[in-house]
């Protein structure tokens, strides 16, 4: 099980700070992500992160790169995304979603949670 939460209403060039809450089960796979999605578009992968410690691999969507800033808190199984200067277009649901496998596609994700809806006003 995984939750989503933090969403919100802010304006451009504003900052969101998501949550994402998951069970054992769940935070046991390696690689936990964040993906988002806007009325009438597809899924599109926002940001991945694995590893623990010292060792932290992450990977960003083109469209987030140098905005959004992924983490994760092992003792908490949390995960979250950091959105600074957001945009209206970042306005989308956004799910979190875990995988055993570190890449951006989605169906490499097996656990996904319900989504928390951002909305960026101009």
């Known amino acids: 099980q995984l939750q989503a939460f933090g969403g919100g209403l802010v304006q451009a060039g504003g900052s969101l700070r998501l949550s994402c809450a998951a069970d054992?089960?769940?935070?046991?796979?390696?690689?936990m992500g964040w993906f988002r999605q806007a009325p009438g578009k597809e899924r599109e992968f926002a940001a991945a992160?694995?590893?623990?410690?010292?060792?932290?691999?992450?990977l960003y969507g083109d469209s987030v790169k140098g905005r959004f800033i992924i983490s994760r808190d092992n003792a908490k199984n949390t995960v979250y995304l950091q959105m600074n200067s957001l945009k209206p277009e970042d306005t989308a649901v956004y799910f979190c979603?875990?995988?055993?496998?570190?890449?951006?596609?989605?169906?490499?994700?097996?656990?996904w949670g319900q989504g928390t809806q951002v909305t960026v006003s101009s």
């Open positions: 979603a875990a995988s055993p496998f570190f890449d951006k596609r989605s169906e490499s994700f097996s656990s």
């Open positions: 054992g089960r769940a935070f046991s796979l390696p690689t």
């Open positions: 992160i694995r590893g623990s410690g010292d060792i932290i691999f992450t």
